[in-house]
């Protein structure tokens, strides 16, 4: 059963760090785009980064650009986000979604066919 777990989640103080990780099973992760999403409380999901299958483009959601890291480790089957200069707006669970045919904007969710539960992100003092 295809399946993506999110770790690395927690509390943090605004300018600390935290690196995301997305582990998948039951399939071949270098055979997908994948995406990072996050949703605020009391807001919709959406993009914070994506990295292609190969890893060699990324794209990242304008708030997070420069702060924001996203990688692929194909061996490994694992996809990291480092998140530095964490701020406040930052606070939300994060997901992992994978998609097979990253054809529309990489922000375009239908088109991610796997998803993972989510991690939560807490930026405060």
């Known amino acids: 059963q295809a399946q993506l777990v999110e770790s690395g989640g927690g509390l943090m103080q605004p300018g600390g760090s935290l690196t995301l990780s997305c582990a998948a099973s039951g399939f071949t992760l270098d055979d997908y785009a994948i995406g990072w999403f996050r949703q605020a409380p009391g807001k919709e999901r959406e993009g914070v980064s994506c990295i292609s299958r190969n890893g060699a483009s990324t794209f990242y959601k304008e708030a997070v650009k420069g702060r924001f890291t996203i990688s692929r480790d194909n061996t490994k089957n694992t996809v990291s986000l480092q998140m530095n200069n964490l701020q406040p707006d930052d606070t939300a669970v994060y997901y992992c979604?994978?998609?097979?045919?990253?054809?529309?904007?990489?922000?375009?969710?239908?088109?991610?066919?796997?998803w993972g539960q989510g991690t939560g992100v807490t930026v405060s003092e």
């Open positions: 979604a994978a998609s097979s045919t990253l054809v529309q904007a990489w922000w375009w969710e239908p088109q991610y066919e796997h």
